[in-house]
């Protein structure tokens, strides 16, 4: 059975145990300790040398890093990661865009402000809140005519995307100023239904939140 090197606040894992889910992909979860330094051990980084979560290990004993790389492994041959060529760069494109413009701009916004670290940071956070606005933007107008980032159809780039932007307000944007990104999160939200909560940096004692 797979194992899935999780911690379950980070969104990141959130994306890969809704496509789990979606796809009825059974799996053992193990939980990572990271703020006690559990991702840094020797065992841990044999899996992924980054030293972060998510991992995938597969039933052999082979392990996939980084979140959106796992998604395109979990879809492969199914209707969330199209087969023609052209559709599946664009799919690409938006994962490439999550992991440059949503996760380590709203994604840290999000964690520096949920857990007490937004004033330790305060030389970085004008500049994330600008670049977050333009991520925004850039998604609004994307979706001005399409009802998801890949044409008509629900992909895992909608899946990646949506994990940090939809809880963009948990850092204070507001949603509303972007009403094709408003719809776009109520269909995704739709396509992935109930069963994934969000789990908060609380649950983890050792998070400062």
């Known amino acids: 059975m797979l194992k899935l090197h999780d911690y379950l606040p980070s969104q990141n894992g959130w994306k890969v145990r809704v496509l789990l889910g979606l796809l009825k992909i059974p799996y053992d979860s193990r939980k990572v300790s990271i703020f006690e330094g559990e991702s840094h051990t020797d065992a841990f980084l044999e899996l992924n040398p980054a030293g972060a979560v998510p991992v995938l290990q597969l039933e052999e004993g082979s392990a996939i890093a980084e979140s959106n790389s796992i998604l395109t492994y979990l879809a492969e041959g199914t209707p969330l990661l199209p087969a023609d060529r052209y559709q599946r760069a664009k799919v690409m494109q938006w994962l490439f865009f999550e992991q440059y413009n949503v996760e380590p701009v709203i994604g840290s916004l999000r964690f520096w402000t949920l857990t007490g670290r937004l004033e330790r940071n305060q030389g970085m956070v004008a ?14 107008r994307s979706l001005g005519d399409t ?11 909608d899946i990646a995307v949506y994990a940090y932007s939809h809880r963009a307000e948990d850092c204070g944007f507001s949603l509303a100023d972007y009403p094709a990104v408003m719809g776009w999160i109520g269909r995704v939200r739709d396509a992935i239904g109930p069963g994934y909560p969000v789990h908060p940096y609380s649950i983890d004692p050792h998070s400062g939140a």
Do not use: H, Q, S
């Open 127 to 140: 500049g994330k809140r600008e670049a977050g606005a333009r991520t925004l933007a850039a998604m609004n």
């Open 147 to 157: 009802p998801f980032l890949v044409g008509n159809d629900f992909t895992i780039a």
